[in-house]
């Protein structure tokens, strides 16, 4: 089955599969652990696209752990002209390597490509003079 998930985690977004294997912002963990992302907002499935508003419930993304390790070597440099000012810089970002292991499929969110507006329910009662 060609379930295909898009969840959120670190401030990004990424568009899975199982068995897929990602490098994705530092969480915490050991290798070898199974983690599971909640924070789902599109699931397919064939014939089938459920887009939450802002997350599809009761889908879950799991994965498992295969490595802590650090991105590339940035290397960042900044001067001021005509001062004799130099400072250079390098960071390497912390990321965890993980493979998706499972995508399980719940109840609710909207069948739609497209949702549609909510429109709010005024509750409340007249006043009466």
Request: proline share 7%.
């Amino acid at each position: 089955m060609a379930e295909r998930a898009v969840f959120r985690s670190g401030g990004h977004q990424f568009h899975v599969k199982v068995g897929d294997i990602l490098e994705i912002p530092r969480l915490d963990g050991e290798k070898g652990t199974e983690i599971a992302f909640q924070e789902v907002l599109l699931y397919k499935v064939p014939g089938n696209v459920r887009v939450g508003s802002p997350f599809v419930e009761g889908v879950t993304v799991f994965a498992q752990i295969l490595d802590q390790t650090k991105g590339p070597k940035i290397r960042g440099f900044k001067y001021k002209p005509k001062k004799h000012y130099k400072r250079s810089f390098g960071h390497r970002q912390a990321i965890t390597r993980v493979s998706i292991t499972g995508i399980e499929p719940g109840g609710g969110g909207r069948v739609s490509a497209r949702p549609a507006a909510e429109k709010p329910e005024d509750t409340a009662e007249p006043a009466s003079e």
